[in-house]
């Protein structure tokens, strides 16, 4: 059967919110930090791993409807002594919780009407009168010793974490709302029966999904001293800013989906860069990484079902609102390769990473002016190695989605989309029915690139015959055995289909590290052919052919209803593990006009140095037949070699960059500042852009790739 994986369906619950009074503490940090705190066995992520959950494990058992669950969490170097959790943070019995309403000042403004009870283990339940609130006007406030921390009550749910994480939700990024757009929150949450606001949850999502970023806190850091290292790290950041940005959309432009539901194939690009720890003895070098979407075959006693990489797009009715639910499963496939100080390499494959899953948790979204579809997603963890030596967790942060929709809200056939995301990989021991958590294997920080085309009942090889597409491709080969350890292959040109055969003609280039750590580039083609054929699906209701193809032996893929937009995971090809996208040539000329949502990733190589950038946020805009701009905005992650030291996320250096715009014809297009050059095409439509970017002018040597899509 055709299937996504089971997986627990919390769309946006409401959320609950706490007052409460208790004795004051001017303790100074040194008796906060000597103060015993044991608590009998609860809840506690560090000993509760497991799959289909996110991170921030629920704890929200045996509460009503207007109740929430309380803890706090502070920094180690605040009390070492304390029940550890996950993040390197501890559990602490707070000396003080207060809840009081306010706004975008932070002031404490008024009184909630609430009654607390302590459970007893350093939790504590808060009971509204008026149930949970939902927007960000009332805070629950908890101390111990001289350390404040504050929360949202409005958390979806209602196991509510107060820590640096929710702390700096309030303080840095609430208060940036000016009283104007903080009151047009506030009308959104308070709208009634007779005019609701589509955003009305926003806030009790982002208040529960800043707990499921995976951020060690050091040892050594206070609580001022934890909140400047969120405040430095990009994801973190943007990603809360871009949340509270979407909570101000505004009704007119903010809908949904019409159509009940939709399915989608899924393919997925995902490139990494991080750090291994899982061979101590090489001293925790730098790790680039790729992941390719798969099909899984899960088998039991009751027989077997596939789970083909999916996305599904869902309208239906709660709490009076018509709502988008987005929800998507991709099995992937990893391969990564570690480089040592000393330019050692070593290659790691489905020998180490068994199949894996991107399942995000399903969730309320927005589709904004019918063409951007906008949330906030939250990954699920998984579990590899179950029945091994060793149990690998992983674990991903949130990331905000803000993707391209094909056709408008009745029949969308495409749903493009570029995002990052940190994550671990967390050695587990088991311990009776539980995983606990023991040393992390590796940090990975992944841009992603995902194209979502509907599925086509019935499809035939009939829709693609005679035409003739431009075509892209980007893919890594990383393998020790080879004289370049690590090759970045991208190729742009055509194809051309008859029946099952396609002739291409392309050009490439090439990105490489040889075996000493030397950086070369160089351009070639690729010609000759493809063979293209079904990939026949085993859904419930028996075999169908549903849009998914095979392209040779190691290649798949799928194909929109309408036959223009092609795109293909390839596994172990001539170019290693990537992507091949191609969309219809067209005769007409390409845009002229318009403002592009650029998202995507590019690679880059220097002696003594790897570096991952993110293009997220960034801005194309067409100013004439021969002119553009491209307003750079994205995260960067750097690999310094010789010191095997890898960032975290940090801002890429925003530009306006002057291009000159050429139409090259049949959709083909190019740009240049006479450093970059970003080279491809655009659909029929004028909606996509598909771009190579290749930068070979400095000491550091970039290839990658771009998706730029309509802004409304």
Known sequence: MWLQRPALFTLIALSVQLTACGGGSDDSLEEAAGKPNTFPPATNALDDFQSGTTGDSNNSSGLAA??????????????PDGEETRRNLRLVTPDRIDVYRSNH????????????RSEGNGRHVITFSDGQPLGPDVIIEASFGNTVFRSLAADEDRDIKVNPFSEFLIRDVLSTYSAAEFDQVMSCVNSGEDNLCLNKYVWSTLADQVHDFEIEIPSNLDGAGTL????????????????????????????????????????????????????????????????IAQEELLQDENGSAHVYPALTLTSFNVFDINVTSV????????ETLVQTA??????????TWDLNTHATAPGAATLQDAVRLVTGRAFYQSITGQDSSRVIGWTRNPFFLDAFVADGDTTPSQVLAGYFSAGKAIELERQGDQLKRLQTLDDHYLSAIELNLARAEDFSLDTLDGKTYNVMTLGLELNQNLASPFVAESAIGTWTVNGSSISRNLTTQVLSRDGSGTVASQVGARVGGHSLTLREAQLSSGPQQIGRLNLDSDGIGASTPDGNLLAFNLDDSEIGDGLVVAGQQFPGLAPTSGSYRVQGVALGLAANSNLLSHYQDATLTLTSSTTATLATAGLTVEHTVASSKVSTPTAMASADIALSYADLGNGQISFTDGVQVLTGFVTADHQSLFLRLVNNSGARQELGLLLATRLP
Request: no cysteine.
């Open 327 to 334: 929800t998507g499963d991709i099995p992937y496939r990893r």
């Open 342 to 351: 000393g330019n050692d390499f070593l290659s790691r494959g489905n020998e």
């Open 66 to 79: 207007n109740e929430v669950r309380v803890s706090l969490e502070v920094p180690a170097a605040i009390a």
């Open 228 to 291: 400047a290292l969120l405040g430095e790290r990009r994801d973190f950041v943007s990603y809360t800013a871009d949340m509270a940005s979407f909570a101000l959309l505004d009704s007119a432009s903010a809908g949904t989906i019409s159509a009940s539901s939709v399915d989608f194939n899924s393919v997925l690009l995902g490139i990494e860069l991080g750090q291994s720890f899982l061979e101590p003895n090489l001293g925790a070098p730098g790790q680039w990484g790729v992941r």
């Open 105 to 116: 000042t932070l002031a404490r403004l008024a009184s909630v009407d609430v009654d607390l």
